[in-house]
């Protein structure tokens, strides 16, 4: 009987020592998944700020180019409209002349 009883102590014990051991491995996975977690939290904020900082570049060249296309584009006008005026100038005045005089 007392046999029976330091046997059943040992396996107690084992099972107690089994526990512990599983106890203290799921803590060291908790606390490894948790740096786990962290690494990809900061790897993901690292790729949402590269994807914004290249988002803001694309649209400030969007918008430097649109500037700069309808700069073009009003330049052509007054040309356009100077080189109109030029030529009609004379006609212009003569008959802004011919109005005032009749």
Same mark, same amino acid.
């Given at each position: 009987? !007392?046999?029976?009883? !330091?046997?059943? !102590? #040992?396996?107690?014990?084992?099972?107690?020592?089994?526990? @512990?051991?599983? &106890? @203290?491995?799921?803590?060291?996975?908790?606390?490894?998944?948790?740096?786990?977690? &962290?690494? /990809?939290?900061?790897?993901?904020?690292?790729?949402?700020? %590269?994807?914004?900082? =290249?988002? &803001?570049?694309?649209?400030?060249? =969007?918008?430097?180019?649109?500037?700069? &296309? @309808?700069?073009?584009?009003?330049?052509?006008? /007054?040309?356009?409209? #100077?080189?109109?005026?030029?030529?009609?100038?004379? #006609?212009?005045? =003569?008959?802004?002349? %011919?109005?005032?005089?009749?």
């Amino acid at each position: 009987m !007392n046999e029976i009883i !330091n046997r059943l !102590n #040992e396996i107690e014990e084992k099972a107690d020592a089994i526990i @512990s051991d599983a &106890k @203290s491995r799921k803590e060291k996975r908790m606390q490894q998944l948790e740096a786990d977690k &962290k690494k /990809i939290d900061a790897e993901f904020e690292q790729d949402e700020q %590269r994807a914004a900082q =290249e988002l &803001k570049e694309k649209l400030i060249r =969007e918008g430097e180019e649109h500037i700069r &296309k @309808s700069a073009e584009k009003n330049q052509k006008a /007054i040309k356009k409209f #100077e080189q109109a005026f030029a030529q009609k100038k004379e #006609e212009v005045a =003569e008959m802004i002349f %011919r109005q005032i005089v009749q």
